[in-house]
T-cell receptor, first 115, second 116 residues
Framework: AQTVTQSQPEMSVQEAETVTLSCTYD???????LFWYKQPPSRQMILVIR??????QNATENRFSVNFQKAAKSFSLKISDSQLGDAAMYFC????????????FGKGTRLSVIA | DTGVSQNPRHKITKRGQNVTFRCDPI?????LYWYRQTLGQGPEFLTY????????KSRLLSDRFSAERPKGSFSTLEIQRTEQGDSAMYLC??????????????FGPGTRLTVL
């Protein structure tokens, strides 16, 4: 079975600084997707960024970028120029192949942003 | 597009009672997922539908749990004889499974269940 591990239960960052959240996963599949989701307090989960396993280029979405190391099965999220609105739970998630299969989530990292 | 909606947002019940939650997906989405999120954990998959067909159920979905999606529109998740261990946030998500290999899952706000 696939597993996703987030080893940092909590992180904090100063406003305008950069922070990196770690994620490792375990799978025997060759075709899969990786995601970072953001869950603000009392608000619904939204997709931050995704990475297709077959793409070598790391995904980037504005201030959010990933470091995808396929051989190491590592998928970290870098948030640049952190803003107060970035404070939330961040979940790393895995989905095998195509066909919209269910997501497998890590336990999450709670990010605090200090003004 | 009003997003995925879930009702009720909060439910408090006594142990042994039955509860039912509703999820209304984004209108054109044919896939609907249920996840459960307990305190300090990430969401865990329960079951999902394509249109009205229930395609997969997790081992987490005991025989006290049942889900339906009549006519492939809204879905209900019922828990019979609730136990304190059922206390959690129940999340619904929807997506469109088409010819593309990737389609984003959009999440609802969740229903928080507390079993006393």
């Amino acid at each position: 079975a696939q597993t996703v591990t987030q080893s940092q239960p909590e992180m904090s960052v100063q406003e305008a600084e950069t922070v990196t959240l770690s994620c490792t996963y375990d799978t025997s599949e060759s075709d899969y997707y990786l995601f970072w989701y953001k869950q603000p307090p009392s608000r619904q989960m939204i997709l931050v960024i995704r990475q297709e396993a077959y793409k070598q280029q790391n995904a980037t979405e504005n201030r959010f970028s990933v470091n995808f190391q396929k051989a190491a099965k590592s998928f970290s999220l870098k948030i640049s120029d952190s803003q107060l609105g970035d404070a939330a739970m961040y979940f790393c998630a895995y989905r095998r192949g195509s066909g919209n299969t269910p997501l497998v989530f890590g336990k999450g990292t709670r990010l605090s942003v200090i003004a | 597009d009003t997003g995925v909606s879930q009702n009720p947002r909060h439910k408090i019940t006594k142990r042994g009672q039955n509860v039912t939650f509703r999820c209304d997906p984004i209108s054109e989405h044919n896939r609907l997922y249920w996840y459960r999120q307990t305190l300090g954990q990430g969401p865990e998959f329960l079951t999902y539908f394509q249109n009205e067909a229930q395609l997969e159920k997790s081992r987490l979905l005991s025989d006290r749990f049942s889900a339906e999606r009549p006519k492939g529109s809204f879905s209900t998740l019922e828990i019979q004889r609730t136990e304190q261990g059922d206390s959690a946030m129940y999340l619904c998500a929807s997506s469109f499974a088409g010819t593309r290999s990737y389609n984003e899952q959009f999440f609802g706000p969740g229903t928080r269940l507390t079993v006393l």
